[in-house]
């Protein structure tokens, strides 16, 4: 079964190289941390800005750890095996995606909601800002695979990569930001996460499609 | 004009005449629609009631706002026709209307923004359809950048012939953006075609403009994309003959 392979490889690996992972998710946290320190620690603004930290930190941790997602594999010769087994490249690389997700993601997700709290942020509220970065940073990984897949063939891609995923994740971040702020203001926040679930579904099906077909530009 | 002179255009010496041909046409009779449509509307339209002359700026503004979308749907059109036929000549026009494209999203902000300062009382506000031509000027610059990174020339064109074709989605975004949030913009004024909400001594020269912007447009595509495909196919027979051919 490669897909188990691929699993148990990307397990394997990310407990290897246990520092590229934590680099991501300390990022992910001093970001968070410095915004108090930075506009202040009044409990208003606290909590008038905790929607859009968030996202945007997992916006830029997400970007600067997905650098490694595809690279070291596409050096060593993996991915050009990956495409030439029988199994379908997108799906394989879907795979790919989503054990970057679980890696990544979801230790990020656990780390937001104690975050959270710093912010004053309270109850159910919480549960809010978990179930956003759940949804929006499914959108946000699919995207910026897809501009790392992009920009695979050059030396140094972090300054392009977010100048293409940043256009692209626009509306994830000012929904995501809403649903929060929505939540924290006790107002009805079904829109927006409506709308980021719509997006979510959008991008897990066709973002690996597209990564694929990017993937196998840069090899051939 | 049937499939097989599509394939016939679709060759590298072929498009390369053509373009030739046509660009001297294009340019001359775009440079003239605009000079009149420049006259029309700075002469001799009757200043707005409530604007004053401050409303000129519309004879600017709409054209390059209208090519900004109308330029990056070619783009996305020559990189899908490239993406599936391999075709340099599709290439080498989505890459040539990148940077236009660009220059024409950013004209459209930058005349808005100085229409917006005495109008608005502001020269950027963060109304859906400005945020929205801001991502647009983004992408094209995305594009412009991928495209420049990558070494290999190939990959290079199909790599940001993919991200064109993803950023389509911006389109009707922008295009829809004052429909489906009621924000600062105002809606169109000429595309209501039964009942304009425009003079139409105030009609005329924006007509006037916005077909010599486009056939402008098409010139100046003509041109550039003629030149990247004399630097494709610099090692080809009929580009040593053309070179000879000038020199003689």
Known sequence: MLFRDIIRRDLKLSIRRSTDVLTGLIFFLLIALIFPLAAGTERDLLLKMVGPVMLISALLASMMSIQNIFKPDYINGYLEQMMITTNSFSALIAVKIMMFWMIFSMPLIVIASFIASTYYVTGFSIFTVVLTLLLSTLSLVNLSAFAASLTLAIRYPGALISLIVIPLSLPIIIFGSKAIEYSILSMDNSGPLYFLTGMMFFTCSLGPLVTASAIKISID | ?248
Not at chain 2, 228 to 242: G, H
Request: hydrophobic fraction near 50%.
């Open chain 2, 1 to 248: 004009m049937n499939l097989k002179s599509i394939y016939k255009y679709g060759s590298p010496p072929h498009y390369f005449k053509l373009s030739l041909q046509l660009e001297y046409w294009l340019l001359s009779s775009g440079i003239t629609l605009i000079l009149i449509g420049m006259i029309g509307g700075l002469f001799i339209a009757p200043p707005d009631y409530q604007m004053g002359d401050a409303f000129r700026i519309i004879y600017f503004h709409v054209p390059s706002a209208y090519l900004s979308m109308s330029a990056y749907a070619c783009m996305a059109s020559a990189s899908a026709i490239g993406l599936i036929w391999r075709s340099n000549v599709a290439f080498s026009i989505a890459k040539t209307i990148a940077p236009v494209g660009a220059a024409f999203t950013f004209l459209a902000l930058v005349t808005g923004m100085l229409w917006g300062k005495p109008m608005w009382g502001t020269a950027w506000v963060w109304d859906a359809r400005l945020t929205s031509e801001l991502i647009l000027l983004l992408i094209y610059l995305a594009y412009i950048l991928l495209h420049q990174s990558i070494e290999d020339r190939s990959k290079a064109d199909r790599s940001s012939s993919l991200l064109a074709l993803v950023g389509i989605i911006n389109l009707p975004i922008i295009h829809y953006s004052v429909v489906w949030w009621n924000t600062l913009h105002q809606g169109s004024t000429i595309s209501k075609l039964d009942s304009p909400s425009i003079a139409s001594e105030m009609l005329w020269p924006l007509i006037f403009m916005i077909f010599g912007y486009t056939i402008f447009f098409a010139g100046v595509i003509c041109r550039g994309s003629a030149g990247e495909v004399l630097i494709r196919e610099k090692r080809s027979k009929w580009v040593r003959a053309y070179i000879e051919g000038i020199k003689l």
